[in-house]
């Protein structure tokens, strides 16, 4: 079997939307340009983008580097491969024709590349900040809805296995009443792939009235969700024709829970150990 194609180095448009929120007025006037003419700037110069663009060649030379290339020619190579030569999409709609063996190549392809892409897009600034709000945390409260619920309910699990007591909600009643007596002790990790779950961004907002800490965990940088977070930590994955809630958001979502819950356990190894042997034991007897 061939290998997977799956691209280790997200595209420019996924480095695109992880940096869009700390792009500064210049940069996104760049941005603007290069969308609007994507086959063109590939042939223009440097000094003729600042130009067009009416910014300046070293605000070019900075947003290149914002999105982690060596420089203008280094960006432009790589805007080349998709607006030029786009690979198929392996994240692409599946087609009424195609086999099982095509389904699940795409499938398997589209799960492997939402990894490649949100180790990139998630901040590891943000992480670190996530890691110390939980472990300061008084109670943590996971909400989420649909296919984001059962990552909430899996991140319950990791924490409790730990001997962490935490909550998770995926009922939109239950999320509003518990939100409402939480306090500036407590940290609520709202889950949700579009950033625009009501029933989760609701009761993000009463917890944040109580004085909660907010973490969100989504695939949007623009979503309402990250407005009324105070740390954010982003995810890359595509959904499609019946691929709707698809995997490949929830393995994202599960990566960074996991890193999450890692991260906290090595703060603290030999209690978190022990803690770990304590709840394996404990059910222990459930087990063939």
Do not use: W
Not at 171 to 200: R, W
Not at 239 to 256: G, K, N, V, W, Y
């Amino acid at each position: 079997m061939s290998e997977l194609n799956v691209n280790p180095n997200p595209g420019f448009f996924t480095r695109l939307n992880a940096a869009m929120p700390k792009l500064r007025d210049s940069e996104k006037k760049i941005v603007e340009f290069i969308q609007n003419n994507q086959e063109e700037i590939i042939h223009l110069s440097i000094t003729e983008v600042s130009e067009r663009s009416e910014t300046s060649e070293s605000s070019v030379v900075r947003l290149c580097k914002r999105l982690g290339y060596k420089g203008f020619q280094d960006m432009k190579i790589h805007l080349a491969k998709e607006v030029i030569e786009p690979v198929k999409q392996i994240h692409e709609v599946i087609e009424k024709d195609d086999t099982v063996r095509m389904i699940k190549r795409k499938v398997f392809q589209s799960n492997i590349q939402a990894l490649y892409d949100s180790v990139e897009v998630c901040s590891d600034e943000q992480l670190e900040k996530a890691v110390e709000a939980i472990k300061e945390a008084g109670t943590i409260e996971f909400y989420g809805s649909g296919g984001s619920g059962t990552v909430a309910l899996d991140a319950q699990h990791k924490l409790l296995k730990l001997g962490i007591k935490s909550y998770a909600y995926n009922d939109s009643i239950l999320q509003a009443m518990s939100a409402s007596v939480l306090s500036k002790n407590d940290v609520v990790i709202g889950i949700s792939h579009t950033g625009s779950s009501t029933d989760v961004l609701n009761a993000m907002k009463i917890a944040k009235e109580a004085g909660a800490t907010l973490i969100c965990i989504t695939n949007s940088s623009k979503s309402p969700i990250t407005t009324i977070s105070d740390i954010v930590l982003q995810t890359a994955s595509n959904e499609t024709m019946f691929r709707t809630d698809a995997i490949a958001s929830r393995i994202a979502q599960l990566t960074i829970i996991d890193i999450l819950v890692a991260s906290v356990a090595n703060e603290k190894y030999e209690y978190y150990y022990q803690n770990l042997q304590k709840t394996r034991k404990s059910t222990i007897d459930k087990k063939m």
